[in-house]
């Protein structure tokens, strides 16, 4: 065996997931050897007499090599965690135990040391929370009458889109559709995208929206954008913006966003996905993607980091709200598969969880090359962000210190919150009588299909609401919005 540094060793062997800082007991990687020839040259012939683990630079540790597995294990000094590797027919998967009772329904308790290790799901944690549990036979269910739906209707809706791009949506350079889901409860967070996107003269012709409403149909056209309404898939979507996250009305648009990417990856084309409550600081083709010699080529799907590195989110902690993929064998499987897999979104409320959950097997099963952007880097900032403590971050944001390509309002509780936040940000644009209504109901719009001149504010509009959170200005004088929490400023 050796070890060698983990810096160096992640540069070297690209694990595509957002990696951990570094700190005292998490410093180097150990490699152990099948046999003494795939040991590193200089330490061969020590091998047999060696008291201690050499180190050896990540060149030299892989240099005999012609195979190597990867495991990514915890580093917290909170489980008393043994690894066993076994000589058996080979496996790709790690097999979970733990000492915890069974319960009279098949699922277990907490974990007792007094109890014997017994294999449980990797979802299980120390407080018998289980973050995978199979979905039940009325979620099958419901899954089911949706795909039944979606595929007796697969047909009609490809040609629909087709007649669309063709005399309509302008894909860029021919081949990438930006894509994008919304119901007339979030409209305002649309507009405000567009808002934001004009105020920065971002071309946003090959942005396609996915409406799950009439209302909302009419408004994204208004807008300037290309926009799909299907009655057969879409017309059980309430139309009302989800009043927390991973209630009903929210699983139901989480779905519908599966739909849609996978729906564009059939067409052929490649795709970057977003949510509503996303802006643009550059544009997310021209200047990152598609960017000629960009170092996202190599890669067939790219993600934001989420930020929140739980049991659930594990290994990747990919945001399902910002993501690009490259159409190509792999990528359509792997999204043919979240499609089917849709029982899994109800059953836990997130189409993040299930869409990693299948992303990790199929980087195994198929070798797909999947990057994401970790948390700790500038480009993609979001929720984790927005809510540091230090709030060092959005302090470099609003200097201009840091110039990323989007800002990403996750981790919020509702839409009013992302709209509070926009403003105090200095990044809502959308006038107040057009919030919350449908274009016959904004006054001058009835009769033009250009709302931008109607409900765009070219200068943002700056609101304070809480002095805790960030504010492009000092917003001391608002309540907190987290009970004992000081002021941003």
């Given at each position: 065996?050796?070890?060698?540094?983990?810096?160096?060793?992640?540069?070297?062997?690209?694990?595509?997931?957002?990696?951990?800082?570094?700190?005292?007991?998490?410093?180097?990687?150990?490699?152990?050897?099948?046999?003494?020839?795939?040991?590193?040259?200089?330490?061969?012939?020590?091998?047999?007499?060696?008291?201690?683990?050499?180190?050896?630079?990540?060149?030299?540790?892989?240099?005999?090599?012609?195979?190597?597995?990867?495991?990514?294990?915890?580093?917290?000094?909170?489980?008393?965690?043994?690894?066993?590797?076994?000589?058996?027919?080979?496996?790709?998967?790690?097999?979970?135990?733990?000492?915890?009772?069974?319960?009279?329904?098949?699922?277990?308790?907490?974990?007792?040391?007094?109890?014997?290790?017994?294999?449980?799901?990797?979802?299980?944690?120390?407080?018998?929370?289980?973050?995978?549990?199979?979905?039940?036979?009325?979620?099958?269910?419901?899954?089911?009458?949706?795909?039944?739906?979606?595929?007796?209707?697969?047909?009609?809706?490809?040609?629909?889109?087709?007649?669309?791009?063709?005399?309509?949506?302008?894909?860029?350079?021919?081949?990438?559709?930006?894509?994008?889901?919304?119901?007339?409860?979030?409209?305002?967070?649309?507009?405000?995208?567009?808002?934001?996107?004009?105020?920065?003269?971002?071309?946003?012709?090959?942005?396609?929206?996915?409406?799950?409403?009439?209302?909302?149909?009419?408004?994204?056209?208004?807008?300037?954008?290309?926009?799909y309404y299907d009655e057969r898939n879409f017309g059980h979507i309430p139309?009302?913006?989800?009043?927390?996250?991973?209630?009903?009305?929210?699983?139901?648009?989480?779905?519908?966003?599966?739909?849609?990417?996978?729906?564009?990856?059939?067409?052929?084309?490649?795709?970057?996905?977003?949510?509503?409550?996303?802006?643009?600081?550059?544009?997310?083709?021209?200047?990152?993607?598609?960017?000629?010699?960009?170092?996202?080529?190599?890669?067939?799907?790219?993600?934001?980091?989420?930020?929140?590195?739980?049991?659930?989110?594990?290994?990747?902690?990919?945001?399902?709200?910002?993501?690009?993929?490259?159409?190509?064998?792999?990528?359509?499987?792997?999204?043919?598969?979240?499609?089917?897999?849709?029982?899994?979104?109800?059953?836990?409320?997130?189409?993040?969880?299930?869409?990693?959950?299948?992303?990790?097997?199929?980087?195994?099963?198929?070798?797909?090359?999947?990057?994401?952007?970790?948390?700790?880097?500038?480009?993609?900032?979001?929720?984790?962000?927005?809510?540091?403590?230090?709030?060092?971050?959005?302090?470099?944001?609003?200097?201009?210190?840091?110039?990323?390509?989007?800002?990403?309002?996750?981790?919020?509780?509702?839409?009013?919150?992302?709209?509070?936040?926009?403003?105090?940000?200095?990044?809502?644009?959308?006038?107040?009588?057009?919030?919350?209504?449908r274009k016959n109901e904004i006054s001058g719009a009835a009769s033009s299909?250009?709302?931008?001149?109607?409900?765009?504010?070219?200068?943002?509009?700056?609101?304070?609401?809480?002095?805790?959170?960030?504010?492009?200005?000092?917003?001391?004088?608002?309540?907190?919005?987290?009970?004992?929490?000081?002021?941003?400023?």
């Open positions: 065996m050796a070890i060698t540094p983990k810096s160096n060793f992640t540069e070297l062997i690209d694990l595509g997931v957002p990696l951990d800082k570094i700190k005292t007991g998490s410093t180097h990687v150990l490699i152990l050897y099948s046999q003494g020839r795939a040991m590193p040259t200089a330490i061969q012939e020590q091998s047999l007499k060696q008291t201690f683990v050499p180190e050896v630079s990540h060149t030299e540790a892989l240099e005999n090599c012609d195979y190597l597995n990867v495991q990514l294990v915890d580093h917290s000094k909170s489980r008393k965690q043994c690894l066993a590797l076994v000589p058996q027919y080979e496996s790709y998967h790690l097999q979970k135990w733990m000492r915890v009772p069974v319960k009279a329904n098949g699922f277990h308790g907490s974990l007792d040391r007094k109890q014997p290790l017994r294999l449980v799901s990797r979802g299980l944690n120390g407080k018998a929370k289980e973050e995978f549990p199979p979905p039940g036979k009325g979620v099958t269910e419901r899954a089911f009458a949706m795909l039944k739906t979606y595929l007796n209707s697969l047909d009609d809706v490809k040609k629909d889109l087709k007649d669309l791009i063709q005399n309509g949506l302008k894909p860029y350079n021919d081949k990438v559709i930006i894509v994008m889901v919304c119901n007339f409860g979030q409209s305002e967070l649309l507009m405000n995208f567009v808002c934001h996107a004009r105020s920065k003269n971002f071309d946003t012709s090959s942005v396609l929206v996915f409406a799950t409403d009439t209302e909302t149909e009419d408004l994204a056209k208004s807008l300037g954008l290309a926009a139309s009302e913006a989800a009043k927390r996250y991973g209630d009903n009305r929210f699983t139901a648009m989480m779905v519908a966003k599966i739909v849609c990417v996978q729906l564009i990856s059939h067409l052929g084309y490649d795709f970057l996905f977003q949510d509503v409550d996303i802006l643009w600081y550059k544009h997310p083709l021209s200047d990152y993607f598609v960017k000629p010699g960009h170092w996202t080529e190599k890669y067939d799907a790219i993600f934001q980091d989420d930020g929140g590195h739980s049991v659930r989110y594990a290994p990747y902690s990919a945001n399902s709200g910002f993501y690009y993929v490259r159409h190509n064998d792999r990528t359509r499987s792997f999204l043919n598969t979240l499609l089917m897999s849709s029982d899994i979104i109800i059953q836990t409320d997130s189409h993040q969880q299930a869409m990693i959950a299948i992303l990790n097997e199929h980087v195994s099963l198929y070798g797909l090359r999947v990057k994401v952007v970790s948390r700790d880097e500038e480009d993609m900032p979001g929720g984790y962000q927005w809510n540091m403590k230090s709030g060092s971050y959005m302090k470099a944001f609003f200097s201009g210190e840091i110039k990323p390509l989007i800002f990403h309002m996750s981790w919020t509780m509702n839409k009013d919150n992302k709209i509070k936040y926009f403003q105090q940000m200095g990044a809502w644009h959308v006038e107040e009588r057009c919030i919350a209504k299909n250009e709302l931008t001149s109607t409900c765009c504010s070219v200068e943002p509009i700056f609101k304070c609401h809480y002095r805790d959170k960030p504010s492009v200005h000092p917003c001391k004088d608002s309540p907190p919005i987290d009970a004992g929490r000081s002021s941003f400023w």
